[in-house]
């Protein structure tokens, strides 16, 4: 698992990114079933301004856990299988 750490040195953000000021463990919930932690999480990425290019970088790297761009790495996982399907 890549943590917040990894990705606030190697995404290609600003400093402006939201969840830099937030507690990491709120994007890495230990069961993504459990919504209401999720949905926080997923609250913070829709107001933040890096949110698509959050999203771009989570998509090129199926590895990663977490919460990113708003999405969970089954939502991604979704959307990977849906762009697929689309070419």
Do not use: I
Not at 17 to 29: A, H, I, T, Y
Not at 47 to 76: F, I, K, N
Request: positive net charge.
């Amino acid at each position: 698992m890549k943590s917040m750490d990894l990705y606030l040195g190697s995404a290609p953000f600003n400093g402006s990114q939201l969840c830099k000021s937030e507690d990491p463990e709120l994007f890495f919930p230990e069961d993504y079933n459990h919504r209401l932690s999720v949905n926080k999480a997923k609250a913070v990425c829709q107001s933040c301004p890096l949110t698509t290019a959050c999203l771009e970088y989570a998509m090129s790297d199926s590895s990663l856990d977490g919460v990113w761009g708003g999405t969970t790495p089954q939502d991604r996982k979704n959307l990977r299988r849906r762009k697929r399907a689309l070419l």
